[in-house]
């Protein structure tokens, strides 16, 4: 599983951060924080036949880039991972991943190995109960799921990083590639 790793070199993740270009996975299908306490199964197996899209795509990503993936608290562009809701413990989702992640390391997933913790993270992260980026150090590319069941791309070099997620994507036709902008 998982392997407690210290990152010292924050600067690589801050600069990426600070792009005002990037990339973003996206659907036809969006979600603000997941589904609602009062959906319905059909609701709830749409949310997640996409995070399971999403968290694939993910998964090809990093194994296609032949990297790992590095989390924790010092990959994360919010000063936290773990939301702070008032009955965040009531959710099995948000129990499973923190069974694994403590938010005060950092961890480093190599797959298939950690196949699990990827969907773990996508489904929290899309249901707003985390904010837990993916870097991957070999590319110095941030991958940032999100609470509006997109997938933010972070990377200084777009011209080698946007055709290879381009072919990747062949498989997922579902998943868009875009060029984000603060909005579409």
Known sequence: MMKKIEYKDKSVVENLYKLDDIYCLTSS?????????????????????????????????????????????????????????????????????????????????????????????VENNFRYFTCIDLYLPKRKIILQPSCHTEVFIYSKEYELVVPKIKEILKDYPEINLKKYNGGF
């Open 29 to 121: 299908i969006y979600w603000d924080g997941g589904y609602q306490t009062d959906a319905t199964l059909k609701d709830k197996e749409k949310f997640y036949h996409f995070a399971d899209l999403f968290s694939s795509a993910i998964k090809d990503i990093i194994v296609n880039f032949d990297d790992k993936a590095i989390v924790g608290k010092e990959i994360s562009e919010k000063p936290y991972i773990f939301e702070e809701w008032k009955d965040i413990k009531n959710y099995d989702s948000y129990n499973n991943l923190k069974e694994y992640i403590n938010k005060k390391s950092c961890y480093e997933i190599i797959l298939p190995d950690d196949n699990n913790i990827i969907d773990y993270i």
